[in-house]
């Protein structure tokens, strides 16, 4: 079992830069796939960026050259940094930890954190 706590988010005008973290208690946070996702209002829920166990990322073309996602295994925290942020990056971000067993897989979900782009 994961648990996941999201923080970070807040009001930024355009332009600006947010980093938010997501903060995992339980054990083996390392083995896990980690990844931010966002949905708008009215919208389905969309990957923004993901970081594999190993290290490799992957991103949304909305979002390429503008966010990184990382990871501190020994934080058990992952990060997505923010910049060049546009209004239509409004939206609530989740945290998402994903493992991929031989029987089955096993996807946990943070609250989510708002993130608001205005001026």
């Known amino acids: 079992q994961v648990q996941l706590v999201e923080s970070g988010g807040g009001l930024v005008q355009p332009g600006g830069s947010l980093r938010l973290s997501c903060a995992a208690s339980?054990?083996?946070?390392?083995?896990?796939?980690m990844a931010w996702y966002r949905q708008a209002p009215g919208k389905q829920r969309e990957l923004v960026a993901a970081?594999?166990?190993?290290?490799?990322?992957n991103y949304a073309d909305f979002v390429q050259g503008r966010f990184t996602i990382s990871r501190d295994n020994a934080k058990n925290t992952v990060y997505l940094q923010m910049n060049s942020l546009k209004p239509e990056d409004t939206a609530v971000y989740f945290c998402?930890?994903?493992?991929?067993?031989?029987?089955?897989?096993?996807?946990?979900w943070g609250q989510g954190t708002q993130v608001t782009v205005s001026s």
């Open positions: 998402n930890a994903r493992y991929v067993g031989t029987i089955q897989q096993y996807d946990y």
């Open positions: 339980g054990r083996f946070f390392s083995i896990y796939a």
């Open positions: 970081i594999t166990s190993g290290g490799s990322t």
